[in-house]
């Protein structure tokens, strides 16, 4: 199955300063890469998601990049602001063995606690 | 409401006791998830059900867990004989996806479930 690694595990950074996230997956068949943030006592909330077929994609502050040679990918916060703080989750998304036919299920890396300082 | 509810938010329960967790989706959406989330964890996939074919239970941990999805709509996560390595915060996501298009998850606020 998918395996996904994420890195590092808590990031601190300055109000203004920008935030990067990395994520590695095991899967060549993997073709689909959102990335969830998750605040205090809530459920995980899309921020961004990226296809195979494409290699960066740009949302205002937030950018995501996707190497399918490598099979890495990463997210890129500039000019943080304390309300970015937040747990971030990126996952692959791949087709499953299931014997229905296939069933697409996002397998997600461990999260990065990120603290945005004042 | 338009997004994922879960019910209850809240559970505290005695080691040994069943569960039921409950999952209303987007109106609409074919797949349906559940994830266990453990402390400072990530989503650990427990089960998968898309449209009307049999469910994906390749993520659950024991015969002890079993959900089902009844009319297409609201699913049940059962635990049997709770243990208290069964708590966590349990999250549900429905998604439109389909064979032929993948997106995006939508997930519920979770049930945090503390076995005592």
């Known amino acids: 199955g998918e395996n996904v690694e994420q890195h590092p595990s808590t990031l601190s950074v300055q109000e203004g300063d920008s935030a990067v996230i990395k994520c590695t997956y095991s899967d060549s068949a993997s073709n689909y890469f959102p990335w969830y943030k998750q605040e205090l006592g809530k459920g995980p909330q899309l921020i961004i998601d990226?296809?195979?077929?494409?290699g960066e994609k740009k949302d205002q502050r937030i950018a995501v990049t996707l190497n399918k040679t490598a099979k890495h990918f990463s997210l890129h916060i500039t000019e943080t602001q304390p309300e970015d703080s937040a747990v971030y989750f990126c996952?692959?998304?791949?087709?499953?063995?299931?014997?229905?036919?296939?069933?697409?299920?996002?397998?997600f890396g461990r999260g990065t606690s990120l603290i945005v300082h004042p | 409401g338009a997004g994922v509810s879960q019910s209850p938010s809240n559970k505290v329960t005695e080691k040994g006791k069943d569960v039921e967790l409950r999952c209303d989706p987007i109106?609409?959406?074919?797949?349906l998830y559940w994830y266990r989330q453990s402390l400072g964890q990530g989503l650990e996939f427990l089960i998968y059900f898309q449209g009307n074919s049999a469910p994906d239970k390749s993520g659950l941990p024991s015969d002890r867990f079993s959900a089902e999805r009844t009319g297409g709509s609201v699913s049940t996560l059962t635990i049997q004989r709770t243990q208290q390595e069964d708590s966590a915060v349990y999250l549900c996501?429905?998604?439109?996806?389909?064979?032929?298009?993948?997106?995006?998850?939508?997930f519920g606020q979770g049930t945090r479930l503390t076995v005592v």
């Open positions: 990226i296809r195979s077929n494409v």
């Open positions: 109106s609409g959406h074919t797949a």
């Open positions: 996501a429905s998604s439109p996806t389909t064979r032929g298009a993948i997106t995006e998850a939508f």
């Open positions: 996952a692959a998304t791949t087709r499953g063995t299931h014997a229905s036919g296939g069933s697409y299920i996002p397998t």
